[in-house]
């Protein structure tokens, strides 16, 4: 089996530092090694190389890089796509981002076209598009990308939230869609903990013996602040002493979102206590892990929820919001609460901080819980997908 994946994403600052470049990191890895140099790349010739490499090399098209011309790309992409591939003898094509990034050959190509699905929230969430005419094209794109996903010849969910959302939303057959979870690189995200790593990162961070922490972006579907006001019910003279670890230099940037998190945070009077670390490279993140005395997730809508995943394969005890995909990756190993509402979010934060049993418990619970999102599970339910795409073509 010749399969071509679609790195784009990698190309990208938007994607390759959230979800979507951690699976492509993460599925080139799984497949490089049963494949082999029949897992080749698909790549933009002049945009920054992927910081993950497929064994069989490169299939390169030419992309314009002009700034003006981006919302355009996924028209010059498919084009490009589409003419480099004419007579290419692979079996599969990968596309792993289905909006800016979605490419369908077509009936007449022996090429079969398998897409990643993470999550809809460019429809769910338009909002995070621009503005006027810019966002205007954007739009364009991520409704041709939606209707490009009924082309395809199969389609891989990553949780069965998104399965049943883009049934729900795109009309999508139930029958065309394959649930595979994804899983973790375990070489960073466990519990072998790098002592100079963490000693190096608590100095860094000027970090107590014991903190909350929080992973992710500030997008307002993260919720950030019913963490905020949870936190700041923790008014306990103990409880002011535990600071609260915001990772990831998203908060500390420009945008509306970021801005609506530092006015909460003013506006409840707990910037004293809050720790914004900027952009830190997995091993930190990894150490930040071990370290937390837990890892609260208030987000309201993801396709899959890979903090959680990461925070309990390092043992860090999980709080996260009932809602989405977030119970189908913690499971009984975390504290699930009602999206939104701080005040439990607080008593269950109170409790990991206050019952040193509840919280080995936890730790105990997510090691097992992590363990079940192994690479062979991923690799298989990949596979398959493929196996299935080319089935249904014969």
């Not at 792993?96 to 990034?101: G, W």
Request: aromatic share 8%; charged share 20%.
């Amino acid at each position: 089996m010749n399969v071509l994946i679609d790195l784009r994403p990698l190309q990208s600052p938007e994607y390759a530092r959230r979800g979507i470049g951690t699976y492509a990191r993460n599925l080139v890895r799984v497949l490089g090694s049963p494949l082999g140099r029949n897992l080749t790349a698909l790549v933009a010739s002049n945009f920054p190389s992927p910081d993950a490499h497929a064994p069989g090399g490169t299939v390169a098209f030419y992309r314009p890089r002009l700034r003006k011309l981006a919302p355009f790309y996924f028209i010059f992409d498919r084009a490009a796509i589409r003419a480099k591939l004419r007579g290419a003898a692979f079996d599969i094509l990968h596309v792993l981002e289905p909006f800016r990034h979605a490419v369908a050959l077509g009936a007449r190509s022996r090429i079969r076209t398998v897409c990643t699905v993470h999550d809809l929230i460019p429809l769910v969430f338009p909002e995070r598009c621009a503005g006027g005419v810019r966002g205007r094209i954007w739009n364009l794109g991520v409704k041709s990308g939606a209707a490009a996903l009924g082309r395809v010849s199969r389609i891989i969910a990553i949780s069965r939230f998104t399965k049943q959302d883009v049934m729900n939303k795109l009309g999508v057959d139930d029958s065309k869609i394959s649930v595979v979870y994804q899983s973790y690189n375990k070489s960073i995200f466990n519990m072998n903990n790098d002592n100079i790593v963490s000693a190096a990162v608590r100095a860094r961070l000027r970090l107590p013996e014991r903190f909350i922490m929080y992973a992710g972006g500030v997008d307002r579907r993260k919720d950030l602040p019913t963490l905020l006001r949870a936190f700041s019910r923790l008014s306990a003279a103990a409880e002011k002493n535990v600071p609260l670890v915001i990772t990831g230099g998203e908060i500390l940037g420009r945008g509306a979102a970021a801005r609506e998190v530092r006015r909460e945070i003013a506006r409840l009077g707990i910037g004293g206590r809050i720790i914004a670390t900027g952009h830190v490279i997995e091993e930190e993140l990894a150490a930040l892990y071990r370290l937390a005395a837990c890892m609260v997730f208030p987000s309201i809508y993801e396709g899959f929820g890979l903090p959680p995943l990461e925070a309990m394969a390092c043992g860090a005890p999980v709080i996260a919001a009932d809602a989405s995909s977030l119970p189908e990756v913690v499971g009984n190993a975390g504290v699930l609460f009602p999206p939104g509402d701080d005040a439990a979010c607080a008593d269950a934060v109170r409790r990991v901080l206050d019952d040193g049993a509840h919280s080995a418990r936890l730790h105990a619970a997510g090691l097992v819980q992590a363990a079940k999102f192994s690479d062979d599970s991923f690799l298989e339910g990949t596979l398959s997908a493929y196996r299935t795409a080319l089935e249904i073509a014969r």
